[in-house]
């Protein structure tokens, strides 16, 4: 595979920090386009899901980081049931998400806030499924 990256030192930077937050290897994805194929979010996408993949193995963090599409992912998991690779894109969605939010100083949550702000209605639907997930049991 041809790589075009950028900045290797920062590359190598994002994407240990993606496998560290989801434990999923951006190199596994062989580019079906399964996930794509039954995202039920596209049509809100900039950047298709396979895409997603193909800019992550590419070094083109800062486009994915960017995109209207890792804000628009449903967390709904079907192009993870779906993937022949095993890849998880639903965890490297959110784990790209943490890092946008770290990155503007907001990477912490107190637990005890958070029933307060889930009735702030212009709340993404996908933090507050983050939120059920990773905070209930
Ligand atoms: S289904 Fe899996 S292997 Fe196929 S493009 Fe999506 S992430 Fe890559
Ligand atoms: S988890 Fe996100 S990317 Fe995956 S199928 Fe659902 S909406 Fe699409």
């Known amino acids: 595979m041809v790589q075009t ?6 590359y190598e930077e ?3 920090q993606i496998k560290k937050i989801s434990n999923e290897m ?3 994805c062989m580019q079906c386009g399964k996930c794509t194929a ?6 809100e996408m900039d950047i298709l899901p396979h895409q997603i993949l193909r800019h ?3 070094g083109h963090f800062d ?10 992912c449903a967390s709904c998991f079907t ?3 779906r993937c022949p690779r095993g890849v998880d894109l639903a965890k490297l969605m959110e784990a790209i998400r943490l890092i946008s ?3 503007k100083g907001n990477d912490r949550l107190k637990v005890e806030n958070i029933s307060q702000l889930m009735t702030d209605e212009k709340m993404p639907q996908q933090a507050i499924v983050s939120a059920l997930r990773k905070y209930s049991k």
């Open 56 to 58: 992550l193995q590419l």
């Open 79 to 81: 192009c993870a049931s």
């Open 26 to 28: 951006v190199n596994d």
């Open 63 to 72: 486009k994915v980081i960017q995109s209207k599409t890792i804000w628009n």
């Open 5 to 10: 990256i950028h900045n290797p030192d920062k």
């Open 38 to 43: 039954g995202c039920p979010a596209v049509a």
């Open 101 to 103: 939010l770290r990155r």
């Open 14 to 16: 994002d994407i240990l």
